[in-house]
């Protein structure tokens, strides 16, 4: 038989541990729909479905929100995407004048970088041509065309695929710039319109 100071030693070793707990409930739903209680908190299977956690007189003391879906979650980082995006439009231009002078500027650039290889082009058909002349003018002559002039040829042909894959490019590029600055100017005309 224990001594009554015993006794109290014991029941107070137990009770203390029990009354620290007793501080919050957590109240959240379990997998069949039912509302649960519980001193020892949430089980992680449930804690993205949100819970409340209660103090002892069983009050609502903090909410703990659900965690976002996956579309909810998209829809959010979009957002932000598009706040960021909008605020840097805001830094580059203060009107619509300033879009049509930068999709001025850059469609310059790009059509400079069309004409220069345009021109490139062209000087490497130029240059083919009298290859070709030069090879043409040994098989008339009975000769066999030189190997070294052959593979100038064939080099000049693959310059010409490439500078006309750079020249594709470049008009995509413009064409990507003009939708890109429309889409711009457009949004900036919404934004300075709801200022």
Sequence with gaps: MLKPASLCVTLLGTLLPLAGQAAELYRYVNDKGVVVLDRQGVPP????KGYEVLNEQGRVIRVIPPAPSP??????LAEKARERSDAQLLRLYSSA???E???ARKLAEIDGLISVASGNLQSLRTQQANLQSQAADHER???EVPAHLVAQIENLKAEQAHTLRDIERYRKARADAEVSFDADRQRLLELLGNR
Excluded: L, N, P
């Design 141 to 143: 002559a009975g000769r």
């Design 45 to 48: 299977q449930y804690v993205a």
């Design 101 to 103: 002078r930068a999709k």
């Design 71 to 76: 579309e909810e979650m998209q829809r959010r």
């Design 97 to 99: 004048e300033d879009v």
